[in-house]
Every structure is written in structure tokens, then in C-alpha cells.
């Protein structure tokens, strides 16, 4: 699928924007940029861009102070603007799929076809039954013109624009490849949301995105000791050098982990009881939150399924002129979105022109 120049990627976040560049040397993918830049709260509310001017600001200085060059790039996409579906359509060639595709569309899009981009990838063929299974993407105009006009605002091409719960699958499968057998999930949980993705036998099965995530616990020590945001944040994170973590931290924070993780269990239980599937072997997490550990020990209890991080950068090498690795792998589990995202090349196949 990969063909071409890889582009930058850029993942807008509801607290930060990531982006990363790769380029090919000795055969091998290289980090040669990358960069964080924090965005004021409510910049970002369910994947809708609220304040423009902060996003284009941050992406200006991000690009600017990292000297990326390149203005291609690839940005993800989440939220209530996009919808993803499994579907099963009888077996027919590329050429019927792209012409039938809106029809199909139209039987499982709870929205007016036309105002949708539409995208899907075939999942598995079964000629014994004369049907394959489809993964259908429609994502709405309105919002990626939006992200589209926000990024031209900042001199920036976007060439591809993927959804963030397969920008995370891309970059595992290219680093550990994906099982063929059995059953992953793989957990993206940020700042606003929280993204699950169940690859059954080495495919996608199963999509959820939760709105509870790291802000929300951010927000109940706010409430609970009537401090800022910022200091909430900080007393999450174990507190600052020589400052003290009031006590009431540890349950305020157990507590709210016990609730996001019920809310994964339930989509989890959701997924066995309608695939008739026996078990999900193992839970990879990432996102900023991943970094919480009473947060995957919660999950690991409620859902009886190991939960462990993984090293998103293990088959990627690092260009030591430019980058420090040691920053870099500091916080890899927030970068895995923008890491999925610099994978995609220029000259794919099939593209959403934005
Ligand atoms: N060391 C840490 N301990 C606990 N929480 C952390 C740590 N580092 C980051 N976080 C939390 O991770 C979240 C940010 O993660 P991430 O950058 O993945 O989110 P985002 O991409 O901006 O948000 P979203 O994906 O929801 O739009 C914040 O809630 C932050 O408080
Ligand atoms: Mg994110």
C-alpha cells in the first residue's frame, strides 16, 4: 500500500498536536522530526475544531521550530464525524465495489450519503459463501473541509486523511505485524478519547470510541480539591519536583480509572457476545494515558485480559543529528497516532482528497 514519499504526520489532539516525519535510509525507516505542542483546553471538543487560530498557531510553530520542510502530510480523524462499519456485500470486482460502494453506503450511514466522503477496504474475501467483508469509512464533508481549510490556513497539503484507531493498528502491525490467529485489542487512550480497535485474525472487527478518557480524571481531582485545571494535571502526573500530593489524589484518580475501565469491559463484553469469539488474548495501550498506571491495572481487573504497552518504534530507526531519542521514546505512547500517520506515502492507491 505504502508507495511514494512518506508524508508528514500530523495528529490533532484534544490536548496537543504530535507530528513526525520519516524517510527511508538503508532500506530502513528513519525518524529524521518530530514535535509536540500543547493546546489550550477546549481547543478541540469531539474531534471538532473549536478554535481554529490555536491550532493553525501551534501546527505554524511545530513546523517552523522542528525545520520541516515538507508540507505534505497525513492527519487523522475521530469523533462523531466519522463512522465505521463492517459490512458484507457479495463478491464483485473493483470496478462494481467502487460503483456500488455509495449504494451500499446509503444502507448503513445514518446520514445523507452526499454530504459524506466515502472510503473502504476490503477486509477478506469468502467465495464459499459468494460474499467478502467490507470495512466501510465515511467521514463528513463538512468536518474534513473544515480540518482541510484549517490546514491550508497553516501552509499545510493534506494528502491523506486516516482515522486515528487504524493509524495506531498500522503502526503495530508494521512493528510487531499483526496476529493471524486469535484476538487483539489495541487502546488508544488521550486526552478527550478513548479509541478501541479489535483485530480478529490479523484484520479490524470491531471499532468504539469512548468519551471518557485522561481529561476526565483530570477533571474530578479539579472538582474534588477546587484547583485549576493545570494543577489538577500536574497532581495526576505524581506532582512536580519537592511538591507535595494531597492524599486524596490516589482515590479521586482509583476511582475514576475503576469507571473508564468498566466502560471498556462493557464494549469488550459487547464484542464476544455478538462474534461469538471465546477471548481477547492481550489489550495493547497507548495515548498519554497509558502512562496512568491504575489505569491499566483497572482495565487488566475488570476485563481479566493482560494490558501492556508497546514500543511503537522498534523497527524504526532514529537520525541522531536531529533527534533525541531518549525525549522521543520519553513519550512514545502519545506519539503512536502521529507515528501511524508518517507511514502513509504520497502515491497510495486509494486517497480522500481533502
Ligand atoms: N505521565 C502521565 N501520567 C498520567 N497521565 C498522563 C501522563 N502523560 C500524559 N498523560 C495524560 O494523557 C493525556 C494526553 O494524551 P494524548 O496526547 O494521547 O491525548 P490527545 O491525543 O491530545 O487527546 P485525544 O486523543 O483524546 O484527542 C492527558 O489527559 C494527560 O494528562
Ligand atoms: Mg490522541
Redesign the pocket.
Known amino acids: 500500500m505504502a508507495e511514494g514519499k512518506n508524508l508528514v504526520g500530523v495528529?490533532i489532539?484534544?490536548?496537543?498536536i504530535k507530528v513526525v516525519q520519516l524517510k527511508e535510509a538503508r532500506k530502513k525507516l528513519q525518524v529524521v522530526r518530530w514535535g509536540i505542542a500543547p493546546l489550550p483546553p477546549q481547543t478541540?471538543i469531539d474531534g471538532h475544531v473549536m478554535n481554529a487560530s490555536a491550532v493553525t498557531e501551534a501546527l505554524g510553530r511545530l513546523f517552523h521550530e522542528q525545520k520541516i520542510q515538507q508540507k505534505d502530510i497525513a492527519i487523522g480523524v475521530y469523533g462523531q464525524s466519522v463512522i465505521v462499519r463492517k459490512i458484507t456485500v457479495p463478491i464483485m470486482t473493483p470496478a462494481e465495489l467502487d460503483e456500488q460502494i455509495h449504494w451500499e453506503a446509503e444502507q448503513h450511514i445514518p446520514f445523507d450519503i452526499k454530504l459524506m466522503s466515502i472510503d473502504y477496504e476490503v477486509l477478506r474475501k469468502r467465495p464459499e459463501a459468494g460474499q467478502m467483508d467490507l470495512l466501510l469509512v465515511a467521514a463528513k464533508k463538512d468536518e474534513i473541509n473544515d480540518y482541510a481549510s484549517i490546514l491550508r490556513e497553516a501552509k499545510l497539503k493534506p494528502a491523506v486523511v486516516d482515522i486515528n484507531a487504524f493509524t495506531v493498528q498500522n503502526i503495530f502491525e508494521h512493528e510487531y505485524g499483526l496476529p493471524q490467529d486469535g484476538t487483539i485489542a489495541l487502546l488508544?487512550v488521550?486526552?478527550?478519547?478513548s479509541s478501541l480497535n479489535i483485530v480478529s485474525k490479523g484484520v479490524s472487527a470491531f471499532t468504539r470510541e469512548i468519551t471518557n478518557?485522561?481529561?476526565t480524571i483530570?477533571e474530578e481531582i479539579r472538582k474534588g480539591l477546587s484547583c485549576s485545571f493545570e494543577q489538577a494535571?500536574a497532581y495526576?502526573?505524581g506532582g512536580g519536583p519537592g511538591q507535595i500530593v494531597p492524599q486524596e489524589i490516589t482515590p479521586i484518580i482509583n476511582q475514576t480509572c475503576q469507571g473508564l475501565a468498566g466502560e471498556i469491559q462493557r464494549s469488550l463484553d459487547f464484542y464476544l457476545a455478538t462474534s461469538g469469539e471465546q477471548e481477547i488474548s492481550r489489550i495493547y495501550i497507548c495515548?498519554?494515558?497509558a502512562?496512568?498506571a491504575p489505569l491499566t491495572q483497572a482495565i487488566e481487573r475488570r476485563a481479566r485480559v493482560p494490558v501492556q504497552g508497546f514500543d511503537p518504534m522498534v523497527n524504526l530507526a532514529v537520525d541522531a543529528k536531529f533527534v533525541n531519542e531518549a525525549q522521543l521514546r520519553a513519550i512514545s505512547a502519545?506519539m503512536v497516532?502521529a507515528l501511524g500517520l508518517s507511514l502513509r506515502c504520497d502515491k497510495e492507491r486509494r486517497q480522500w482528497s481533502a
Open positions: 495528529d489532539g484534544a490536548s496537543s478541540i488508544n488521550g486526552a478527550a478519547i478518557a485522561g481529561n483530570t494535571e495526576k502526573m495515548g498519554g494515558s502512562y496512568l502519545q497516532v
